[in-house]
T-cell receptor, first 117, second 113 residues
Framework: GAGVSQSPSNKVTEKGKDVELRCDPI?????LYWYRQRLGQGLEFLIY????????KSGLPSDRFSAERTGESVSTLTIQRTQQEDSAVYLC???????????????FGPGTRLTVL | GNSVTQMEGPVTLSEEAFLTINCTYT??????LFWYVQYPGEGLQLLLK?????DKGSNKGFEATYRKETTSFHLEKGSVQVSDSAVYFC????????????FGAGTRLFVKA
């Protein structure tokens, strides 16, 4: 596709349930990022994938959060046993990535709005 | 570790007023600096960037200069329009961090007609 896509656009779930959020990056982008944006707040880094390297998971807030990426394509962010404080917009971004680049513009998807009741 | 600090909002201006949104950073190396913008109901998009000291990024009338001596990257526009109302995020990306990008908390701008 032309841009980063995410699904679903909205997800309402009950506390304690598991949810999966999907991200389709721009074709050819080797780097993929997940962020969380709580209402009225900035972006909170969650996890970063670069090619076949081990992902940088330093931003994951708890072991209930995990993410996978298949090669250099789709990524899935999974939240287990959701809590009300998980309610937020989850943003995915991709970039060309790779070594030797002096900057790395990120292209963002529209986000998934998660509401935990 | 790396961090970005930007002025708290909201900032409310009248149309054609001068805009400054302050941003300072902390980094161990030589980061690239960015401003991203999030218009109401839309996703984040890159507004401008600067990759080394003294570079000036510019786009849509906005400018920001990479100041290594003051570790700053303040966003400016000479004459704002109602359509500039949005949330603005300052960010840095460093090679040593694997291009992980650190974002500031965002500054909401309201421009009144």
């Amino acid at each position: 596709g032309a841009g980063v896509s995410q699904s679903p656009s909205n997800k309402v779930t009950e506390k304690g349930k598991d949810v999966e959020l999907r991200c389709d990056p721009i074709s050819g982008h080797t780097a993929l990022y997940w962020y969380r944006q709580r209402l009225g707040q900035g972006l909170e880094f969650l996890i970063y994938f670069q090619g076949n390297s081990a992902p940088d998971k330093s931003g994951l807030p708890s072991d209930r959060f995990s993410a996978e990426r298949t090669g250099e394509s789709v990524s899935t962010l999974t939240i287990q046993r959701t809590q009300q404080e998980d309610s937020a917009v989850y943003l995915c971004a991709s970039s060309v990535g790779g070594s030797g680049r002096s900057y790395n513009e990120q292209f963002f998807g529209p986000g998934t709005r998660l509401t935990v009741l | 570790g790396n961090s970005v600090t930007q002025m708290e909002g909201p900032v409310t201006l009248s149309e054609e007023a001068f805009l400054t949104i302050n941003c300072t950073y902390t980094a161990t190396g030589y980061p690239s600096l960015f401003w991203y913008v999030q218009y109401p109901g839309e996703g984040l998009q890159l507004l401008l960037k600067a990759t080394k000291a003294d570079d000036k990024g510019s786009n849509k009338g906005f400018e920001a200069t990479y100041r290594k001596e003051t570790t700053s990257f303040h966003l400016e526009k000479g004459s704002v329009q109602v359509s500039d109302s949005a949330v603005y995020f300052c960010a840095l990306s460093e090679v040593s961090g694997g291009f992980k990008t650190i974002f500031g908390a965002g500054t909401r701008l309201f421009v009144k007609a």
